[in-house]
């Protein structure tokens, strides 16, 4: 079957622009999650979803990253005012119900802000 | 806090010969670890998991994982490594007492395997 996409696949933005990052995970996952992967930084997670539960922010770096996941399937993560440091691979995956533990990773969106 | 640690950016290994990517991890309680692969432009692939059980954990492409406990180490291991395997491999763990399965990851071993 599909596996988790994203779009765009690539994206670059100017400085101080908004940019929303969308991801379609697998038809029937209940878990959404977005990570970030940048140099300097690795590979650091972001938001979390869970059906209809409130999410889990905890892993976003600033006010300015916000997500929403709408019918509990399509994400959306935005960014405001994009910083250069922002430029990174932005990776979404998502999980089945259950306890299998086991997270599927779209190709991820890569954005360069300049 | 939890952590994970891999203290090789780069392992070299020739086709054929056995293969480790060496994984430490610090974290409060049980520890559920995983191993993933990631080739060039491309997301993660889920490799294998330690969640309980037996130490020796076997996973997708002929790999395997020792959990150690006495030395917090979960190394990923390889018999006879193939020029396909070069990658970039990340070890990661669950975070404990959340609601949820988020990661936190190594900072990645570029596996290369020369014929």
């Known amino acids: ?38 140099l300097g930084q690795g590979l650091e997670f972001l938001i979390y979803f869970q059906g209809n539960s409130a999410p889990d922010k905890s892993g976003l770096p600033s006010d300015r990253f916000s997500a929403e996941r709408t019918g509990g399937s399509v994400s959306t993560l935005t960014i405001q005012r994009t910083q ?31 | 806090a939890q952590s994970v640690a891999q203290p090789e950016d780069q392992v070299n290994v020739a086709e054929g010969n056995p293969l480790t990517v060496k994984c430490t991890y610090s974290v409060s309680g049980n520890p559920y670890l995983f191993w993933y692969v990631q080739y060039p432009n491309r997301g993660l692939q889920f490799l294998l998991k330690y969640i309980t059980g037996d130490n020796l954990v076997k996973g997708s492409y002929g790999f395997e994982a020792e959990f150690n406990k006495s030395q917090t180490s979960f190394h990923l291991k390889k018999p006879s490594a193939l020029v396909s395997d070069s990658a970039l491999y990340f070890c990661a763990v669950r975070r404990p007492l959340r609601k949820g399965n988020m990661l936190t990851f190594g900072g990645g071993t570029r596996l290369m395997v020369k014929p």
Request: proline share 7%; aromatic share 10%; with cysteine.
């Open chain 1, 84 to 114: 250069q440091e922002d430029s990174a691979v932005y990776l979404c995956a998502s999980s089945p119900p259950g306890q299998s533990y086991e997270q599927y990773f779209g190709p991820g969106t890569r954005l360069t802000v300049t």
């Open chain 1, 1 to 38: 079957g599909a596996g988790v996409s994203q779009s765009p696949s690539n994206k670059v933005t100017e400085k101080g622009k908004d940019v929303e990052l969308r991801c379609d995970p697998i038809s029937g996952h209940t878990a959404l999650y977005w990570y970030r992967q940048s």
